[in-house]
């Protein structure tokens, strides 16, 4: 289900390391974002999502932050764990309802 | 699992066969949707399908025919498609208004389509 072929940048890092992942979305106008995650042989799963009146959002282990003024969207994941392993991608929408998705970022967990 | 059922999981075709994508989902969920998923690129939206209207069509070729008969049922119909339509093509869907219709989507496991 990932995007094979695709060359995507990669994030190694260690088991119970945090890790950051990082997107820059193309339209200042977009107002809901969403982080997702693909496992091999899976469809995207949802993570997170924000929208544009915040700026940080927190779940279980993951935080969303977002930085309008540069128009960038991060993902940070703590305490890492080999289930984490997979691509991650974000998505922008606007209104009228359209989306545009990132090409993603292959995050590898070591232990 | 997520509620959302894909078949067949592969398919390889030639390019004057017509074969059908089907996706089920079992969520309730009133918007279903037709993604691409091919290497180097991103996810790319083809089809949107709101209360069983087509509300999106992103400049699809015509060799791809969608249909959706009710909400819990979408269908991809493929006819003279091309080499480079290889790709995996995944099925969504979601819940609310047209106003918020990317809001959280499940995704099915997609179909991988090889197309010689």
């Known amino acids: 289900g990932e995007s094979v072929g695709l060359h995507l940048p990669t994030l190694s890092v260690q088991e119970g390391d945090n890790s950051i992942i990082n997107c820059a979305y193309s339209n200042s106008a977009s107002d809901y974002f969403i982080w997702y995650k693909q496992e091999s042989g899976k469809g995207p799963q949802f993570i997170i999502d924000?929208?544009?009146?915040?700026d940080k959002r927190q779940g279980q282990r993951v935080t969303v932050l977002l930085n309008k003024t540069v128009k960038h969207l991060s993902l940070q994941i703590a305490a890492t764990q080999p289930g984490d392993s997979a691509v991650y991608f974000c998505?922008?929408?606007?209104?009228?309802?359209?989306?545009?998705f990132g090409t993603g970022t292959r995050l590898q967990v070591f232990p | 699992e997520t509620g959302v059922t894909q078949t067949p999981r592969h398919l390889v075709m030639g390019m004057t066969n017509k074969k059908s994508l089907k996706c089920e989902q079992h969520?309730?969920?009133?918007?279903m949707y037709w993604y691409k998923q091919s290497a180097k690129k991103p996810l790319e939206l083809m089809f949107v399908?709101?209360?069983?209207?087509?509300?999106e069509n992103n400049s699809v070729p015509s060799r791809f025919s969608p249909e959706c008969p009710n909400s819990s049922h979408l269908f991809l119909h493929l006819h003279t498609l091309q080499p480079e339509d290889s790709a995996l093509y995944l099925c969504?869907?979601?819940?609310?208004?047209?106003?918020?219709?990317?809001?959280?989507?499940?995704f099915g496991p997609g179909t991988r389509l090889t197309v010689l």
């Open positions: 399908y709101s209360l069983e209207e087509r509300v």
């Open positions: 969520l309730g969920h009133n918007a």
């Open positions: 924000i929208r544009s009146n915040m």
């Open positions: 998505a922008e929408t606007l209104s009228p309802p359209t989306v545009i």
């Open positions: 969504a869907s979601s819940q609310g208004p047209l106003a918020v219709l990317y809001n959280e989507q499940f």
